[in-house]
């Protein structure tokens, strides 16, 4: 039985990440070579995740939102700058009075540079940048996370889809050939007046039915097949399919409110926006930042070299050191403005969050509805497959004897034949709804995917 207390812990911030990277290469390529026949849902699996590209773009935000933390580090680290000039002058100038020193024409050119460092002793927004990186990168972990556990249940659920619309084409197919003979067998009594002609055209009318179905059923195996390529990146032609008899294991704890009360605990999509909350947050005081004062250590060291002029050439050295002190007085209201606007943000990301909240509560009680009640379903149709096929065979012997009719006949087998699909049906969707379970409760791993994938054959 699977419980609540399955392991699962968001990634740390840069390791796991290479080692994806690395692996993801590896796998891929290795991939490229096998061919995708008679694949099982762990190889299908491993190949969605090289080539999916709402994993890869989860990926590649994470390695992005990394990039903040070394971002907002450097704001408390010196900044050093270098300015040079060089300039070419032409100066002529005459005298007015002969009581002055005397005048100059000529050319020459100077240079110059100076080097500034400017070392921030204190600047709040600093601050409060460094805690806005470390809520942007747990808010990517937690969609990278969940994009993880997305793929794993779509591509579970896509796999099924085709095993489920396989079975369908094949009940419809028997369905359709057993109708077929019947049909022929009511146009021959007709002919020999052992049937009426109700009973051929009873036949008839459930032969186009079930041509229709046919029909329906290659449509949505057609489908579910491109679905799985969406996913996937490309078509698997051959699916192992699932073995005749599976556990039934019904969730652990059998409490629908221990399950809804982990999901709001441990589900990622509401971890993510947890951090959005805490991100606008920060928000807030990052632009109330704008109010503080700033202190920085600033120094220079600057040359000028000029190679002539009035009174010659000359050259002059500067170094200076010292404090720069800089308090906003008035902007134009622009920071409260921008206060205002950070604090509707932050409404907004907790409105979010309660939405997701309730999202999640909905969808985990919703799959363990789902999944105590398939487990009865596909206990139900396994008998009424049982009793319709007993039913059929006795209406067979009675239409051969005359007492059951062609419309009984094509009754008791349409039964059997609804039965067959819908217990396929109920096992898959069984499947899933599980998966779905455990990825609203936050804790499906692929542990869960190897267990099913161990009833494939």
């Known amino acids: 039985m699977y419980n609540l207390n399955s392991n699962f812990t968001l990634p740390s911030r840069v390791m796991p990440l290479i080692i994806y990277q690395f692996f993801s290469g590896l796998l891929f390529s290795f991939f490229l070579l096998l ?51 060089y300039n070419w002058t032409n100066q002529d100038i005459s005298l007015v009075s002969q009581n002055v020193v005397p005048g ?57 889809a085709i095993l489920g619309a396989q079975s369908d084409l094949e009940f419809a197919t028997m369905n359709k050939d057993s109708i077929s003979e019947q049909l022929e067998q009511a146009k021959e009594r007709f002919k020999v007046g052992l049937a009426t002609i109700v009973d051929a055209n009873a036949a008839q009318a459930a032969y ?24 996937v990146g490309q078509y698997i032609p051959d699916l192992n399919m699932l073995q005749k008899e599976t556990p039934l294991i019904y969730p652990d704890p059998i409490d629908i409110d221990k399950w809804s009360a982990t999901a709001l605990q441990q589900n990622p999509l509401i971890d993510a926006s947890e951090a959005a909350v805490a991100n606008a947050r920060q928000g807030i005081e990052l632009q109330k930042s704008d109010h503080y004062p700033t202190l920085d250590i600033v ?71 789902d ?58 969707d069984y499947l899933v709804n599980t998966l779905i379970l455990k990825q609203g409760a936050g804790i499906v791993t692929l542990e869960d995917l190897t267990m099913m994938n161990s009833w494939l054959h």
């Open 35 to 85: 061919p995708v026949q008679g694949a099982d849902l762990l190889e299908v699996y491993q190949l969605a995740r090289q080539t999916n590209p709402e994993l890869r773009n989860q990926v590649a935000a994470l390695q992005a939102a990394l990039e903040a933390k070394p971002q907002a580090k450097a704001l408390f680290f010196p900044t050093i700058g270098l300015d040079a000039n």
């Open 104 to 160: 100059f024409s000529g050319n020459f050119d100077g240079f110059g540079y100076t080097l500034n460092l400017t070392q921030p002793v204190y600047h709040r927004d600093s601050f409060v940048q460094l805690k806005q990186a470390d809520a942007t990168i747990a808010e990517a972990e937690a969609n990278l996370v969940n994009q993880e556990q997305i793929l794993l249940v779509q591509v579970a659920q896509f796999y099924f």
């Open 208 to 231: 186009d039915l079930a041509v229709f179905q046919e029909i329906d059923a290659k449509k949505a195996l057609s489908v579910a097949k491109e679905q799985l390529r969406q996913v």
């Open 299 to 369: 120094g220079s060291d600057g040359s000028i070299i000029t190679g002539g002029g009035r009174f010659g050439g000359f050259s002059t050295r500067q170094d200076v050191i010292g404090l720069q002190f800089h308090l906003p007085i008035f902007q134009g209201g622009m920071v409260m403005s921008k206060t205002r606007q950070a604090q509707h943000q932050l409404e907004q990301a907790m409105q979010q969050l309660e939405s997701t909240r309730r999202q999640v509560y909905l969808q985990t009680r919703q799959a363990y509805l």
């Open 371 to 428: 999944v105590t009640s398939q487990i009865n379903q596909v206990k139900a149709l396994k008998q009424a497959i049982v009793s319709n096929q007993s039913s059929l065979e006795s209406t067979e012997e009675g239409y051969k004897v005359g007492t059951q009719t062609a419309v009984d006949l094509l009754v008791i087998r349409s039964n059997l034949y609804s039965a067959l699909r819908d217990y396929a049906k109920a096992r898959y």
